[in-house]
């Protein structure tokens, strides 16, 4: 396929995710497929000889989309949301067209760059403190990580290098070994000190947290995931009160601000504790300026895509007032679903609805709950993931999608509802 | 921005990447731009209001191009390929739009179950032993990494989790802190056994080395991070050859098989092994199929994008004959710089010439080669980067864009040995 090809092929590619995400709510939010479905509608081997772009395009629908669970359906109320938004995307054809690997500032001084810039825009729109900025001559700053997962391992092996330091500078005779033997991580069972749980939406409380992380010499490490996204709303900015404590914190604009996964934002307030654990420097990558921002040296790939793109569209094209407004929006819808369930006596809310998450179950037993998630899902309307708090089996309701509106919360109630209904007069029989 | 907007601006944004591509060796290669350049040309935050599309779109040319490194210039020779197709790109497209995070089954079944048969697909052209295979009932498979450092970081935690259980096994009253605090892993100064080393493309023997680990119960991995991807030629398999002794292997298709960044296929001959070191399961990832490949099990990562649909699209639309001809492509243009660097008495080759990497200097001392690669990228017109070699400063020469042609190295050669006349002849005076 040459560039004249791709002309042609990308804009048909437009046009079919255009009418795939404006049908979405047309498809079965889950699919009915069984597990090994997949091999035995494709052959064993690649084909030996090329074949052509029409007989790809075709098996899109006769083999991925019977497979797909659409996350972007506004049915899908499982898990968090995943980002997702047409700037988004128009980045990420130009991240692949461009198809840098900003391992260092030469490799690419835009990827690099623009990446520190973002970081700073996206810290100053939460009101970070001041440390965690790059600036002109900050020493703080943020990376883009892929996961959640990424930054806090990140976090963990900083912390380590960074204490290890500490104590051999009063005791040069005690070996990083036997030091690390004696280090300790202290977690609850979410790991971390943690702003929005995945099975309630929790939160730590972290202005008592960090006093004692701070006087302790612990590395506090703050992970809001999904939360993050709404620290930028004044009204719900309190929740990262006590951030100032904090060593390193990431949350993940790619569930809930519109930048299509990967990007995780990490930042730390001293940019040299995390670059001291990784630096690596072969000849290879050596530069002139070599001092200029090596994101490779805050995370474990060495490669990395121009990720930062994405941030730079989605900002611009809806503006902090847009964010904020999609934010509130997904919370009110949160709260629409709360007022429903609370307005229906025989089910209780689990958790109190901070986000955009309502934990909810009927009153009665963990396998009656069970029983009506399992026809929730079986009925394949919409799509919803169970938690378990303090030993009770909970519904979860997460608003996700872009696209969901009232009239979708609605519905999915009075489904609910209804399937709750059924169960129990079976049960009354 | 809604669909029918997205329907004109994505199509216009093809065409730019069409443009881009199609006139890339005009632009210079590596970029003018001082550090901190983008700073200074966007404003400190984001927006409070959106902007309109095509205020972002004006400045990639003002902001983002002048500071790029068009690693898909023909006149990028430096560090290794990175791999970028047009299929790859419209698949991409379509990964962005489905948008699904495939950390289970359940979480998008195509999505999972596609990653398994595309790296049977890879195994298979890679004549890899059949026991590392998923099939329909074996123990093996392949999984899609982000990068090779990090299937590199998941062999060594699962060759730690499997020695560790294996020596409690026989010692049940020894505690794992305590073992682990006994184990050894062994790399060469390129870390483990590697096929095709970033400064030379040298390769570790491991027929030798493989039945020492297998007799020694030491867990082996093999990266060939560049060149795996030649082994689906014949005539450059028996590079591969000891591979059966192997516990663990990956190589990035992202590097030189036409798939964008990122996609390191890593493969183990016992999921099992794997697995053992990573398994998480709270209760809201559980489902009715909760033994059917879970690849979150595999990564450090929870999150996953649909990356086989890269894979699936590259090998239909090449066909296995088109990638081992893209293969045998470049690495003929290296063998004819070799060719015009060997005719050359001035010049010397530094490392044998196996696939798509020339190793050459100038006769003479390091500060000499030194100036030559100095003056080489300041020139602009090609871009290069050094190694060292045995103390020696060598300059790297690696056959990296898909367009890259005869004319292209013959022209890159002409310039180099213009600048080294050049060179040369001011010392004389």
Redesign the interface.
Known sequence: ???????R???E??????D???NIEKRQV??D???????SL?P????????S?E??VKD?ER??????????SPYFYA?FP?A???????A???C??????GFS???????T??E??ML???G??LKLPEDFLAG?EGSGGGVIQ?????AT?IALLAARSKIVKLIQTDHPDRSE?DII?KLVAYSSDQFCATLGT??SCAFDCITELGPICNAEKIWMHIDAAYAGSAFICPEFRPLLNGIEFADSFNFNP?KWLLV???CSAMWVKKRSDIIGAFKIE??????D?QE??NQSHWQ????R?FRS?KM??V????????LQAYIRKHVGLAKEFESLVKADQRFEISADVVLGLVCFRLKGSNELNEILLKRINSARKIHL????LAGK?VL?FAVCARTTESRHVREAWSHISHLASELLQELRH
Request: proline share 8%; with cysteine; glycine share 8%.
């Open positions: 396929m040459d560039a004249a090809e791709f002309r092929r990308g804009k590619m437009v046009d079919y995710v255009a795939y995400l404006e889950y699919p497929v069984e597990p090994g479905y997949l091999r494709i064993e081997e690649a084909p030996l000889e090329a074949e772009y007989d790809v899109i083999v991925i989309m019977p497979g797909v669970t659409h996350w972007h898990y995943t997702h938004s047409f700037p988004a995307m128009l990420d054809m130009l692949g067209a461009i198809g840098c690997i500032w030469a490799a690419s001084p835009a990827c760059e623009l520190t810039v700073d825009w996206l100053k729109m002109t892929g996961t959640a997962s990424e391992l070994t033997s995945t099975p790619h299509n996964f990967d072969p000849l290879y990558l050596k530069h300026h200029s921002g474990i790939p060495l490669g895509r793109l730079w569209f900002f611009r094209m809806y503006g902090l007032k847009g993931v169970p938690c378990q089996f979860r």
